[in-house]
């Protein structure tokens, strides 16, 4: 009882505006006594609130005022609204979350000239009701993991024709696994995983090894047969090597790779292929912080060299949209920039 009146008395007691106004006022440089103790029991200060929320705020000018009510939360900037939501207790925040900033007003003319001006390989597709924008959308290029859409649409096919089953069990053998990205390569051998929760982590969290178990899956059903995400590090990084484990990626120096090599697509097949997959629930799961939509599908890819990403949404207009956009360049992709005028696009 002592510790907590002695809080009380040292620091202010903070309202919910207080405590919001202040951080739009400060331009998001946080102060440790606007959380609670249970907040920053879960949460390192510094690394996990002050740095990111720091930095969001400073990528985006000045913070000109904010308005909150009922837990929702909405920061303007000079050209960007950050919405959020947050909840308090005694004053002090037990929690806080932003969603994508947005433009306040967007002209795609310019967002697609500023996504040409990065100066890569560039290729998008892009239609929303009546407006299209399309650039090289016809021209395959590297896309990395957002190849693994043709694998979930395969799974569908199966499943549609009853020789695939959601609820049949895969046995992650030893030989299965491969390197990131992914969390399935580090589980035990000879684990047991649903096709449905494998097909899940081959979208959501793009794992390559849950990826090679659904097409050795589709092998054995007699499907469409894919090159393995295991064949193909070792089409790219060891080409002398029979296997490409769990840890081989420490091997190699990745940055010595670029775009050259990997699977190709464009970005008008992909659209149209998300949009065909638009009742796959697999692609819901991670949409990539784009949540303003009714629905959102997102599928997406990476390595050096090579950015690709993939979206399909629902408007207010009840209407279903698609925006893909690949870029490869030898010298590396500027990703935080290139994904920055992906998301106004979108958004």
Same mark, same amino acid.
């Given at each position: 009882m002592k510790k907590v009146l002695l809080i009380l008395l040292l620091l202010p007691a903070f309202s919910q505006a207080n405590v919001l106004e202040q951080i739009c006022k400060d331009n998001g440089v946080l102060k440790k006594?606007?959380?609670?103790?249970? @907040?920053l029991s879960q949460v390192d200060f510094d690394s996990g609130l002050k740095l990111p929320i720091g930095n969001l705020f400073k990528s985006l000018g000045n913070? +000109?005022?904010?308005?909150?009510? !009922?837990?929702?939360? +909405?920061?303007?900037?000079e050209q960007h609204v950050i919405s959020g939501k947050y909840a308090l207790?005694?004053?002090q925040l037990t929690s806080i979350w932003f969603a994508t900033p947005q433009l306040k007003s967007?002209?795609? =003319?310019?967002?697609?000239?500023?996504? %040409?001006?990065? *100066?890569h390989q560039t290729s998008y597709y892009y239609t929303s009701g009546k407006k299209k924008f399309e650039?090289?959308?016809?021209?395959?290029?590297? /896309? &990395?993991?957002? &190849?693994?859409?043709?694998?979930?649409?395969?799974?569908?096919?199966? @499943? %549609? +024709?009853? +020789?695939?089953?959601?609820?049949?069990?895969?046995v992650l053998r030893k030989e299965l696994k491969t390197s990131p990205s992914g969390e399935l390569q580090?589980?035990?051998? =000879?684990?047991? @995983?649903?096709?449905?929760?494998?097909?899940?982590?081959?979208?959501?969290?793009s794992d390559n090894t849950a990826t090679d178990l659904v097409i050795d899956y589709l092998a054995k059903k007699k499907m469409k047969k894919f090159r393995s995400m295991q064949q193909r590090f070792i089409d790219l990084y060891a080409p002398t090597s029979k296997t490409f484990g769990p840890e081989d990626y420490k091997k190699v120096d990745l940055s010595k790779y670029a775009s050259s090599g990997g699977e190709k697509e464009s970005t008008e097949n992909l659209c149209m292929l998300i949009l065909k997959l638009k009742d796959s629930k697999e692609l819901s799961i991670n949409t990539d912080g784009i949540d303003k939509f009714e629905r959102t599908l997102y599928k997406g890819g990476s390595r050096f060299?090579? #950015?690709?990403?993939?979206?399909?949404?629902? =408007?207010?207009?009840k209407n279903?949209?698609? #925006?893909?956009?690949? #870029?490869? =360049?030898?010298?590396?992709?500027?990703?935080?920039?290139?994904? *920055? @005028?992906?998301? !106004?696009? /979108?958004l």
């Open positions: 006594q606007q959380f609670s103790e249970n @907040i913070c +000109k005022s904010v308005e909150s009510s !009922n837990g929702e939360m +909405k920061f303007e900037f207790n005694n004053g967007k002209n795609l =003319d310019q967002l697609f000239a500023a996504l %040409k001006g990065l *100066k650039f090289n959308g016809s021209k395959k290029m590297y /896309v &990395a993991s957002s &190849a693994k859409l043709h694998v979930l649409d395969e799974l569908k096919s199966c @499943i %549609k +024709k009853k +020789k695939c089953s959601n609820d049949d069990v895969l580090s589980w035990p051998d =000879d684990s047991k @995983i649903l096709v449905s929760s494998a097909a899940n982590l081959m979208i959501s969290k060299g090579v #950015l690709q990403k993939t979206y399909a949404w629902i =408007d207010e207009n279903w949209n698609c #925006l893909s956009v690949t #870029l490869n =360049d030898p010298n590396g992709v500027n990703n935080t920039e290139a994904s *920055k @005028i992906i998301s !106004n696009i /979108v």
